[in-house]
């Protein structure tokens, strides 16, 4: 074992302690898969990334992201702290945006003033769910079918499946049944009041380790009903969704389509440890 450069990141906000926590090892290099998701049950978060060199001309580093029982091939908040903790690091983009070789391939992070966008990669599965699967989450939901007003696909690595209500305080309300919901991972979004500082409130509901956990504030869910929501007209091409309410959090996604249609996925990061870990 060694001792490697180490930093836990709260990620979509500017505010520490009300976003979503992330575990980064800035020197991933000579882990062994085991020992990588080891380390991340161990901390008992949402996400664990392990920062490496990168295969890729391209690339400006590399990066592995494990949640509780398994690695992930892309997730929105992960990217976001752990390019935040390459940076603080001393890190050096080669281009005018950092590049970061993932799972799911090269994944362009841009600077926003205070704040890192991503840049929302492709949906692998998009369109309508099937109507047996919006019955079965309503009914692991706690709600009746035709509370459900548009739903779709948003799978984009995690398999989400999207459903929007009609009313922020419906989405806050929910109780969902683990035993109902096993196996899904589940994105639940709707609109804010007129005269809200957000335009939606969202929820992401995924199992770990066969528990349905809730997650704070969620990156890849936010990019993918993003590009759900704005392709169906559901929602502006700039906007900002709160998520994590129902938690105690007080998550701020920011969400922009630019004149080339590419989604940018943002939100502020700040440090709240930064140390070794002997790995």
């Known amino acids: 074992m060694t001792s490697r450069a180490f930093q836990q990141i709260d990620v979509f906000t500017d505010t520490p302690y009300l976003g979503n926590p992330l575990a980064v090892v800035l020197d991933g290099s000579g882990l062994t898969t085991e020992a ?4 991340t049950d161990w901390t008992n978060l ?22 509780p029982g398994r690695e992930l ?28 070789e993932c799972g799911v391939g090269l994944v362009s992070i841009k600077r926003d003033g205070a704040r890192l966008a991503f840049a929302a990669p492709p949906l692998r599965r998009s369109g309508p769910l099937d109507e047996a699967d919006v019955a079965l989450i309503a009914r692991g939901l706690g709600i009746a079918r035709d509370a459900i007003v548009a739903h779709a696909w948003c799978e984009n690595g995690p398999p989400w499946r999207g459903v929007m209500l009609r009313t922020a305080a419906q ?28 335009a939606f409130e969202v929820r992401a509901f995924f199992h770990t380790h066969d528990t349905l956990s809730e997650d704070p504030v969620t990156g890849s869910l936010n990019a993918a009903v993003a590009q759900w929501l704005i392709g169906a007209g559901l929602a ?43 790995l």
């Open 73 to 100: 091939p892309f997730a929105g908040h992960p990217t976001l702290g752990t390019c935040h903790a390459w940076l603080q690091a001393g890190g050096q983009p080669r281009g005018e945006h950092v590049v970061q």
């Open 46 to 67: 949402s996400e664990c990334t392990f920062v490496l060199p990168p295969t890729h001309a391209e690339a400006d580093y590399r990066v592995r992201i494990f949640c």
């Open 171 to 198: 989405v806050l309300a929910l109780k969902p049944n683990a035993t109902v919901l096993a196996g899904l991972d589940i994105g639940v979004v709707a609109p804010q009041p007129a005269d809200a500082d957000t």
């Open 236 to 278: 502006p091409d700039r906007y900002v969704a709160a998520q994590g309410t129902a938690m105690g959090r007080a998550g701020r996604v920011h969400i922009e389509r630019d004149a080339g249609g590419t989604i940018w996925v943002g939100g502020a990061s700040v440090t709240c440890i930064s140390g070794q870990v002997v």
């Open 36 to 39: 990588m998701q080891r380390f």
